[in-house]
């Protein structure tokens, strides 16, 4: 090695965050590159925020841009609410990476590309007719041009593999090159390797020597002539893991079926992207969970009814279309009163639409896409952190008011990830619940005076038989009513159940001045670019504020007052203006809708823009 060119010859620049985007073909392990860097990022200390973004084909054809698989990755010093506006750095392993994902690096960025990835044949499939990395068409980036697979096949030249698995090292190659750019723990990667490919010693072998390979390449060569370091996040002290938005939410139900002493129960049918909750949950028989994969998502949502009737947890997961088919046997819920979290990882639609993209416009469904009056409770995630939560609290609201809740949640939120300070089990709120046993008095639609829960009677519980079914019920006996008058009051009493958990949600917090010239208005997913904006435009003396719900069937109750005392209400969201018609339609405020379709979250940018044109009038 000439010592001319090792890393203490090379000076370390100091960064407070940094962007990195990695993309390739489907096939070329982005996705895995992008969450072993997450890992040694958050091992690092660093706050972060994630955006991986695949293609809906399992297998498109290679180089094509639509087969583009992605991953952003923002982790910084200070707290970080997106995965980043715009990448510092691009990671290309071909030209359709290169062309898919050149707009939304910064001006001045760095591109960093698989030079034997850019053939004839993948510049033709790019849609470039010549290479753009030969003439003046990146002259406003840094290139490198790194010879990853080339280099991956000599660090692997002695161990008789085949082509195509030593092609798939490469990523590990790319991946040792950004730990050493940015001064990243190989340790947990390392760690991983032996344990994913246990059986296969070759594998780890060849994994191993890739990552090692791009590390001390980015050591030894004289094209990098400068390394990073981005300096541990104030956190607040507590154990701390890495996690997705879907791990979380499963985590969440897992914890609150064992603060409620209750057997969990998930009957889901897989979907993109909800089909993680599925495999995360299963992991969990331990823990008394029992998972099914019914054969189509009726059968499912009915099976997780028929668990909740014998006194489990019934839990459903599925996205836009299988909610769809779900909407009967939540309606069939709805009347019989019984708990039951569906949780809908929304996705873009309408149909099979986007299934791989982002989108939250399945309010209106989860509000209203029962047939009659068929009213229950909603919430929605706002973080990948803030799924355990709201997980927890669907469980809570679900089993006290005996209804059926939905938890509303997108595919940026579930594959997305960021640092998790691990709750305590005792700071946990207990869970009560008291099934009936006494058969004197007992009827099954006496309501609770202050909820109006009806009684949860398990069926074998002695002289405690009762019916239940799609049929209206007569108050409190249950028994089967057609009588006009009591319909009146059993959809009376269902509404006002759900109205009543307002007095049993937190109120609404105002993020800034509670009062002034423009609040923002936001839920779910969008919440890290809101606050993200918020910030910025505070920091200039900008008269804005912020809102996020997180309960939106029953809403706060003190939304309105706060409402009320803003002259611009500005509401953003990945539909066409679903939550700002609730809006105006409730409160008679002139709520703005600010609306994106495009199967991406909004950039904070975005956000600033449109504000800024709202407080010019």
Aim: glycine share 8%; proline share 6%.
């Amino acid at each position: 090695m000439d010592n001319n060119n090792s890393t203490q010859d090379k000076k370390t620049l100091t960064l407070e965050d940094v962007v990195i985007h990695f993309a390739g073909d489907s096939g070329d392990g982005m996705q895995l590159t992008g969450s072993q860097f997450t890992t040694s990022s958050a091992i690092a200390g660093n706050d972060l925020n994630t955006f991986p973004d695949f293609p809906a084909e399992i297998r498109a054809p290679a180089g094509t841009t639509y087969g583009v698989s992605g991953f952003q990755i923002h982790f910084g010093s200070r707290k970080i609410h997106t995965p980043g506006d715009t990448s510092d750095v691009l990671v290309a392993m071909n030209p359709a990476a290169l062309r898919v994902n050149l707009k939304h690096l910064r001006d001045g960025g760095t591109i960093i590309v698989n030079n034997q990835g850019f053939t004839p044949k993948n510049l033709k499939l790019a849609g470039y007719e010549k290479n753009p990395l030969d003439d003046d068409s990146l002259s406003n980036y840094q290139i490198h041009r790194v010879d990853i697979s080339k280099l991956t096949a000599n660090a692997l030249e002695d161990l008789n593999l085949g082509s195509k698995i030593v092609d798939r090292c490469k990523n590990f190659f790319a991946l040792g090159l950004m730990y050493w750019m940015y001064n990243r723990p190989i340790e947990p990667t390392l760690s991983w390797i032996k344990v994913k490919f246990k059986n296969k010693p070759e594998l780890i072998e060849a994994n191993t020597r890739a990552l090692k390979a791009g590390l001390h390449y980015g050591d030894i060569t004289e094209i990098f002539t400068t390394r990073y370091e981005v300096r541990p996040a104030k956190l607040t002290p507590g154990a701390y893991r890495n996690i997705t938005g879907n791990t979380a939410l499963a985590l969440g139900l897992v914890a609150a079926a064992q603060k409620s002493d209750l057997e969990l129960f998930l009957g889901a049918y897989p979907i993109t992207p909800a089909s993680d909750v599925l495999h995360e949950l299963s992991q969990f028989k331990n823990f008394n969970v029992k998972t099914f994969q019914a054969e189509d998502e009726i059968a499912a949502v009915s099976a997780a009814i028929g668990a909740s009737y014998a006194g489990g947890l019934g839990i459903t997961a599925t996205s836009g279309p299988g909610m769809a088919l779900k909407m009967e046997a939540i309606g069939l819920a709805v009347m019989i009163e019984l708990p039951l979290v569906i949780a809908n990882i929304q996705r873009g639609g309408p149909s099979t639409g986007l299934p791989t993209k982002t989108e939250q416009a399945d309010l209106f469904q989860a509000m209203f896409g029962r047939n009659s009056e068929a009213p229950l409770c909603v919430l929605a995630a706002s973080t990948p952190n803030d799924c355990f939560i709201m997980a927890y609290e669907a469980v809570r609201i679900a089993v006290k008011y005996m209804t059926p809740v939905i938890l509303l949640s997108d595919g940026y939120i579930a594959n997305g990830a960021e640092p998790w300070r691990i709750p305590k089990a005792s700071d946990l709120e207990k869970i009560d619940i008291k099934f009936p046993t006494n058969p004197e008095n007992f009827l099954p639609y006496k309501r609770d005076e202050k909820t109006l829960a009806r009684p949860w009677a398990i069926p074998g519980t002695p002289n405690m038989q009762h019916r239940v079914g799609g049929l209206e019920k007569e108050d409190k006996t249950g028994n089967i009513s057609y009588d006009a008058d009591n319909h009146q009051k059993m959809v009376d009493y269902r509404t006002e159940k759900i109205e009543r958990i307002a007095n049993d949600i937190p109120d609404a917090v105002v993020h800034g001045d509670i009062e002034g010239e423009l609040l923002v208005v936001g839920w779910g997913s969008t919440h890290g670019a809101i606050t993200s904006a918020i910030e910025r435009l505070r920091l200039n003396g900008k008269s804005v504020s912020h809102v996020h719900l997180r309960y939106l069937n029953p809403l706060p109750k003190n939304l309105g007052e706060i409402m009320y005392n803003f002259k611009n209400i500005l509401v953003p969201e990945l539909n066409k203006g679903q939550l700002s018609t609730i809006l105006r339609s409730k409160y008679l405020v002139p709520a703005i809708g600010y609306n994106k379709v495009q199967g991406l979250p909004f950039k904070a940018a975005e956000l600033e823009n449109k504000i800024e044109e709202i407080l010019r009038g």
